[in-house]
């Protein structure tokens, strides 16, 4: 719980520790589809959206590969509307066939409009398999494919529901402009008499240890020769997880940055490049990615970036520079809590990694990353034999 | 001790909550600049928003406003392009440009703590811009490339489309962007434009968040230094739309998943008594999640994965919009059914519970437009660029919660006649005519 007394509104948010990670391989894009299903009423309330829009509420969600993500804001007077709408759904859905029916409809639509009916759209549909062999994180969260979707039964739908929608796999965070004493009880009263899930074992595939680059070529009906490059990187509660986001932001965070001026600008090797990291749960990826200049072949746009890359491994970084990426993550995460949708969505998410509070923490973590242990995360992230490169080819005369 | 709620009935909704809006103070710089002030010092976050009338209405080639606006911060009379950006992320800023039919400009934010480290540099981007040679080159050269990219794009083809159609051809506000225009662009066109339209006395500015007393002394010491050229700028009386006879557009994109709907017309302005009546009826249609049209063609049959409508404001001229992407298979039905909702509005009284609904849904929706001191930036610059108060939005919400089913019906028949709607299909077309 937060309080905010300036403002008028409520935000709550719901957390559920499932995402496209728990999927079974042959039944992926589950945990989104379900996220839409979560909309389709619940057992004693036949719509969600109805109630919530007549208390002058407005709604989303979303899902990723760690988890599902519920989020609400509302006027304060109407919180505990809020409440009830979010324990029914918690406690059990409607399972109504129609809703089943329309949601695999409008999430094939989302597959359609999102990756394929659009330019470079299946870029991580391709890269993602390439990177992973074991570990879940091989599909997205959309599914590996719209087969999957339309396969979905009303049973499944079930299973998934019994095992992961429970108290004990949830994160609720209340921000905005309330009060503990009034809230509580509410939260106890509509919440508290729902029985918790069987405790979750979670293992997840190891991705093993890669020993040797791997790449891939694909044409498309693009208008130009796009280069995506991924390596493995470390886990969200690694120390050198936060070490790699600094890499990344060195690289391509703001126009100052390294791959814009020397590639973009100098060089126009690139129309556009960008390094970011997934951010994962897990071992995530580290990918650079890059549309080439018309007069630019794959070869000679790799080597420049491999440049680049090796003046990270064998140069220490100037502390001006290192500074300038460490300022910008402190602004960041100051701009990311001014709403109270944001510090409810931030709160709930430290949560899930270890406890609220280690929010406040965040910062200091980067400001500890030294020059000499960028150098050293540079070498481990990039050495020989741990590439995955996606050549992604404009078809001539398209 | 275990509680079990009766979950079969709602909780009852509190009292409704007054949209209670102060009206930002102001003062003038030395050379004449207003500035707003919508302070929230609970916040280590500064936002400083630099408004000129310079928005692609006043251009006389196309591109030139927008390519002005990106341009600014590419070098100064003594900074080059890399040294600005450098600053910049260096204190973690974000300098952001905008650029509408109407208006264009930037917007800063920052942290508080290093807002006065900004500000010298803010000056120099706004009265000593250069627009070097080769930063234009580059920027023709990578924006042309980015727009053979989105060109492909269904929604982008139609977007485009569309506001030729709807503001007709060779108007100021239905200018319609063509590959080649990129090849035109130099830096002659754009200092033009930048000495003509980027002036004291074509500006205001907008300072929200963590703010303070030095502050604003700070902000005097530099950009209430900005030299004027003097000459007020009067725009020749110009055709910001027409009502071309053209009322459907086909684009065919050749094996396209989807098809691209826009489907609308000039309407309202926002001063016309009418216009809160219209602004519910487009929310009943289209205008949020629990809309009939989301209802019907996504909830219902399955179409789309979303489809809205929506009123755009502009200084000389509204638009009503119903846009949606399709599964191309069902472009006519999609289209038939959208024409039957509109169609609907004007055949039957609106059910007292669906209004009910929706005049609680915007009493929410109006206080979160204005919660938090950013939100109310945002809202800040829409309204007074339309030249409208803050009070104005209030009065608007009072308005709409005494509508009548029987007022709303008159007003569909009036304001909502699909007849009169112009269409644009870009995408899978061969069953159209």
């Given at each position: 719980m937060h309080q905010d007394p300036h403002t008028p509104m409520a935000a709550v948010n719901i957390l559920y520790k499932?995402?496209?990670?728990?999927?079974?391989p042959e039944k992926t894009g589950f945990a989104h589809l379900f996220e839409h299903l979560?909309?389709?009423?619940s057992v004693n309330i036949p719509s969600y959206d109805n109630p919530l829009q007549q208390a002058g509420g407005e709604n989303n969600a979303f899902t990723n590969n760690d988890f599902t993500n519920y989020y609400l804001t509302l006027p304060k007077n109407n919180l505990e509307t809020a409440f009830w709408l979010e324990s029914d759904r918690m406690l059990s859905l409607a399972f109504s066939r129609k809703s089943l029916r329309v949601q695999k409809q409008v999430v094939t639509e989302e597959f359609k409009q999102n990756?394929?009916?659009?330019?470079?759209?299946?870029v991580y549909l391709l890269l993602k398999p390439l990177a992973y062999?074991?570990?879940?994180?091989?599909?997205?969260t959309i599914g590996k494919e719209i087969s999957h979707i339309e396969k979905a039964t009303m049973d499944d739908v079930k299973h998934f529901y019994s095992r992961y929608y429970n108290p004990n796999n949830a994160i609720l965070c209340v921000t905005g402009n309330i009060h503990p004493d009034k809230v509580i009880p509410q939260i106890e009263n509509w919440f508290g008499s729902i029985p918790s899930g069987a405790e979750l074992q979670r293992n997840y595939p190891a991705e093993p240890e890669q020993k040797e680059n791997r790449t891939l070529t694909v044409e498309r009906d693009v208008p130009q020769d796009a280069l995506y490059m991924a390596w493995h990187m470390p886990a969200?509660?690694?120390?050198e997880y936060y070490t790699s986001d600094l890499i990344s932001d060195l690289l391509?965070?703001?126009?100052?940055?390294r791959l814009f001026q020397r590639?973009?600008?100098?060089?126009?090797?690139?129309t556009d490049i960008n390094a970011y990291i997934t951010?994962?749960?897990?071992?995530?990826l580290f990918i650079i990615s890059g549309k080439l200049?018309?007069?630019?072949d794959f070869h000679s746009a790799e080597e420049q970036i491999e440049k680049e890359l090796t003046k990270l491994t064998e140069h220490l970084v100037e502390e001006e520079e290192l500074q300038k990426v460490k300022n910008k993550i402190e602004a960041n995460l100051v701009f990311s809590e001014i709403s109270i949708l944001g510090k409810a969505m931030s709160l709930s998410y430290f949560e899930m990694l270890?406890?609220?509070?280690d929010i406040n923490n965040e910062t200091e973590k980067y400001q500890a990353v030294r020059r000499e242990d960028i150098r050293e995360q540079a070498r481990k992230l990039f050495a020989e034999g741990k590439k995955n490169v996606l050549y992604y080819k404009a078809k001539k005369n398209s | 001790m275990t509680t079990y709620p009766d979950r079969n009935h709602a909780p009852a909704l509190g009292h409704a909550q007054i949209l209670n809006i102060q009206e930002p103070e102001s003062f003038t710089l030395d050379n004449g600049i207003p500035v707003f002030l919508l302070p929230a010092?609970?916040?280590?976050a500064t936002r400083l928003d630099i408004v000129f009338?310079?928005?692609?209405?006043?251009?006389?080639?196309?591109l030139q406003a927008s390519a002005v606006n990106k341009l600014l911060?590419?070098?100064t009379r003594n900074k080059s392009s890399y040294e600005i950006t450098k600053t910049l992320d260096f204190y973690g800023a974000y300098l952001e440009p905008f650029s509408g039919k109407d208006k264009a400009g930037i917007t800063l934010f920052g942290l508080y703590k290093y807002f006065d480290k900004l500000l010298p540099l803010i000056f120099e981007i706004i009265s000593?811009?250069?627009?070097?040679e080769e930063e234009v080159r580059l920027y023709a050269e990578r924006k042309k490339q980015q727009f053979t990219i989105q060109y492909q794009k269904v929604r982008y083809r139609a977007s485009m489309e569309y506001n030729e159609l709807i503001f007709?051809?060779?108007t100021a506000y239905g200018q319609k962007l063509e590959e080649n225009d990129f090849d035109i662009l130099c830096r002659d066109l754009l200092v033009d434009f930048y000495q003509l339209h980027y002036q004291p006395h074509n500006t205001y500015f907008l300072l929200g968040g963590k703010t303070s007393p030095e502050l604003f002394k700070q902000l005097n010491d530099t950009l209430g230094?900005?030299?004027?050229?003097g000459q007020p700028f009067l725009s020749e009386?110009?055709?910001?739309?027409t009502q071309d006879e053209e009322q459907y557009r086909y684009v065919t994109k050749e094996n396209a998943l989807q098809s691209a709907l826009r489907i609308g017309n000039i309407t309202l302005e926002r001063?016309?008594?009418?216009y809160p009546k219209l602004y519910l009826l487009n929310t009943i249609l289209g205008?949020?999640?629990?809309?009939r049209l989301m209802s019907s063609?996504?909830?219902?049959?399955?179409?789309?994965y979303g489809v809205y409508s929506s009123i755009e404001n502009f200084k000389h001229g509204n638009s009503l919009t119903i846009a949606t992407e399709v599964n191309a298979e069902h472009t006519v039905a999609a289209l038939i059914e959208i024409e039957h909702q509109v169609e609907l509005l004007s055949q039957h009284k609106i059910p007292d519970r669906e209004l009910e609904t929706v005049k609680n849904y915007l009493q929410g929706s109006f206080l979160r437009y204005f919660d938090g001191p950013f939100s109310l930036a945002d809202q800040f610059l829409k309204s007074h660029s339309l030249g409208l108060n803050f009070v104005h939005y209030k009065e608007m919400l009072e308005q709409v919660m005494d509508l009548t089913t029987g007022e709303l019906l008159d007003a569909a028949r009036k304001y909502m006649d699909f007849k009169k709607m112009k269409v644009l299909v870009a995408g899978k077309t061969d069953e159209l005519k």
């Open positions: 499932v995402g496209a990670r728990d999927e079974d979560m909309f389709g009423g990756y394929l009916n659009q330019p470079y759209g299946d062999k074991h570990h879940p994180y091989q599909w997205n969200r509660n690694e120390k391509s965070n703001g126009d100052s940055s590639l973009v600008k100098d060089k126009q090797w690139f951010g994962d749960m897990d071992r995530g200049n018309p007069s630019v270890s406890k609220a509070e | 010092n609970q916040q280590e009338d310079a928005g692609s209405s006043f251009q006389t080639q196309k911060k590419e070098g000593e811009a250069v627009f070097p007709g051809k060779n230094k900005i030299p004027g050229n009386p110009k055709v910001y739309w001063s016309h008594p009418d205008g949020y999640f629990g809309s063609l996504r909830e219902d049959k399955g179409y789309t």
